[in-house]
């Protein structure tokens, strides 16, 4: 069974970091991508950085590049998205996910097949 379990959610301030975790068990990493995704009340959830579990790729939105850098450990199952600079509207709640046999790497949320539960990330301005 694939299980996602964030952590490191939490309130910041305006221009500070954070480092969120995904814990992800029950499958191989190589068959998969892990994603994380926000979604922010009132809106769409959208994309924010993916990583390769087979070659450790990675892709970044517009809107994180240079602020945020996801990286994986696979002796720990875990997935991380160190946050940077952070600002008012990086606000929402931040879910990790796994895309099963990927082709390419990208943040397209209908070809996510596995999702956690979410972790709350505030930042005050």
């Known amino acids: 069974e694939v299980q996602l379990v964030e952590s490191g959610g939490g309130l910041v301030q305006a221009g500070g970091s954070l480092r969120l975790s995904c814990e992800a068990s029950?499958?191989?990493?190589?068959?998969?991508?892990i994603g994380w995704f926000r979604q922010a009340p009132g809106k769409e959830r959208e994309g924010v950085s993916c990583?390769?579990?087979?070659?450790?790729?990675?892709y970044y939105a517009d809107s994180v590049k240079g602020r945020f850098t996801i990286s994986s450990d696979k002796g720990k199952n875990t997935v991380s998205l160190q946050m940077n600079v952070l600002k008012p509207e990086d606000a929402a709640v931040y879910y990790c996910?796994?895309?099963?046999?990927?082709?390419?790497?990208?943040?397209?949320?209908?070809?996510?097949?596995?999702w956690g539960q979410g972790t709350q990330v505030t930042v005050s301005s």
């Open positions: 029950g499958f191989d990493w190589d068959d998969y991508n």
């Open positions: 990583i390769s579990g087979r070659d450790g790729s990675t």
């Open positions: 996910a796994a895309e099963m046999n990927p082709v390419g790497i990208g943040l397209n949320l209908a070809l996510f097949d596995f």
